[in-house]
């Protein structure tokens, strides 16, 4: 469910028209709805109902824009990080650090220097060496670092190979028979402490089979360890719940499906549960916006080139995803098109042959399910500047991120002296 809806003949986030921000911003521009943030924050706390105070902590990877971060920071979650960057955006949006949890395969001292001094709530670590470099770290600091080691359950999340994590052959975690070794270990280093289990398996999950699979192997991990006599007191479950993207397929398990599932597999564990949803919790709450630059005659169906591209969201281009495409003031026909942006590359296309509402030269476009990995994964390829975002809030609405103007990625580079002057 979002707030995105036509109202008068044109598409609105809540109550403030999106060609009235298009005109007022110009286009391509990200535009994201509070009240959606808000409900999907809703509906995932009350969708984990009788699991005692979970902690959530919003993946930042999924939208690290300020204004983003500060709503789940009102809203009082926490924030898993895998990255200095992420870490300090996190802590510059007033998420306490005790909710902050830090993940990824190549933390490197400094940033665990940074995270250890912040004080946040758990390194999710990832291999032993790493364990050891943390140990080392955290000493030298006077510190105490708080742990959780990654697990890899070996489970296929039967998802895009390139969003899944928690198979044998990915980089992520430690081996789940190798997991007792890796906590023998971090018991015998000094500056680390023993707090907890994490798993995350992959990202846009529709089937909960491949989640509950990786749980129970959790729970019997944590039940051993324990017996083992390890502090374990936190099982973090990761993110991973898909969201409904092609509105033809049928719909992903529900926030709500999930934590049913949740509480059938957690039943007896003496731990306190924490998540790290992302998409489930942004996905729906963004747009892209667009305007139809002009439509091209191709041999099966005409090209409608959009002025976004794939660098303004690249997940199309990079994992052939599927987002849903509106016309912003729909003008009642439908006709059959490729979506494509002005890139030079054959990769930049958003759809190709798709049924949709029929556009014109000047149309506005909307990329529906754009607030999850778009404009955190933009880039500037082709010198097209960073896109703008923009955040509203019932009738009012304010730019989040301002367009970045082409001065200055040039004024970003350099000469060298031998090329200066003349
Ligand atoms: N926790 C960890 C350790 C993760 O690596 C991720 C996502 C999450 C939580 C959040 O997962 P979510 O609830 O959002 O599924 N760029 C890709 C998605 C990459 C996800 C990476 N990790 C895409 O656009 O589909």
């Not at 439509?295 to 994992?319: E, H, W």
Request: hydrophobic share 45%; net charge negative.
């Amino acid at each position: 469910m979002d707030h995105f809806e036509i109202k008068n003949g044109a598409m609105h986030a809540e109550d403030v028209s999106l060609p009235a921000i298009a005109d007022a911003v110009g286009t391509p521009v990200y535009v994201y709805s509070t009240a959606t943030i808000e409900r999907h924050v809703r509906v995932f706390r009350d969708a984990l109902e009788g699991l005692g105070d979970p902690l959530i902590a919003f993946a930042v990877k999924a939208n690290p824009n300020a204004a983003v971060l500060a709503t789940m920071a009102r809203l009082g979650l926490g924030a898993d990080v895998v990255s200095a960057g992420e870490l300090k955006r996190a802590r510059a949006a007033g998420i306490a650090a005790d909710k902050i949890v830090f993940s990824g395969v190549g933390k490197t001292a400094e940033e665990m220097a940074l995270a250890l001094k912040e004080g946040i709530g758990q390194f999710n670590v990832e291999s032993e060496p790493e364990a050891e470099m943390l140990s080392q770290v955290a000493s030298s600091l006077g510190l105490t670092a708080p742990i959780a080691f990654r697990v890899n359950p070996d489970v296929d999340a039967g998802t895009h190979a390139k969003i899944s994590t928690g198979k044998s052959e990915n980089k992520f975690g430690v081996a789940y028979d190798k997991a007792p070794d890796a906590y023998a270990l971090a018991a015998s280093l000094p500056g680390l402490a023993i707090r907890g289990v994490a798993v995350h398996i992959g990202s846009q999950l529709t089937d909960l089979a491949p989640l509950e699979a990786a749980f129970t192997r959790i729970g019997a991990l944590i039940e051993r360890l324990q017996a083992d006599g390890y502090p374990v007191s936190v099982a973090d479950l990761g993110g991973g719940l898909g969201v409904p993207y092609d509105p033809a397929k049928p719909l992903p398990p529900s926030p709500a499906d999930y934590g049913a599932m949740v509480r059938r597999v957690s039943a007896g564990w003496k731990v306190r549960l924490a998540f790290e949803p992302g998409r489930v919790i942004v996905g729906n709450a963004g747009v892209l916006l667009s305007r139809v630059i002009r439509v091209k005659q191709g041999s099966a169906a005409p090209f409608v080139i959009v002025d976004a591209a794939m660098n303004d969201l690249l997940r199309p281009s990079l994992y052939d995803a599927w987002h849903d495409i509106r016309a912003i003031a729909p003008r009642g026909d439908r006709f059959t098109a490729n979506v494509v942006g002005p890139v030079c590359e054959s990769g930049d296309t958003f759809a190709m042959g798709r049924d949709l509402e029929c556009v014109e030269p000047g149309d506005l476009v909307g990329f529906m399910t754009a607030g999850a990995y778009g404009a955190t994964m933009a880039n500037t390829y082709n010198s097209r500047a960073l896109t703008p975002e923009v955040m509203v809030n019932g009738n009012d609405w304010a730019i989040v991120r301002e367009r970045q103007p082409i001065e200055a990625l040039i004024a970003a580079d350099r000469l060298p002296p031998w090329l200066v002057g003349e």
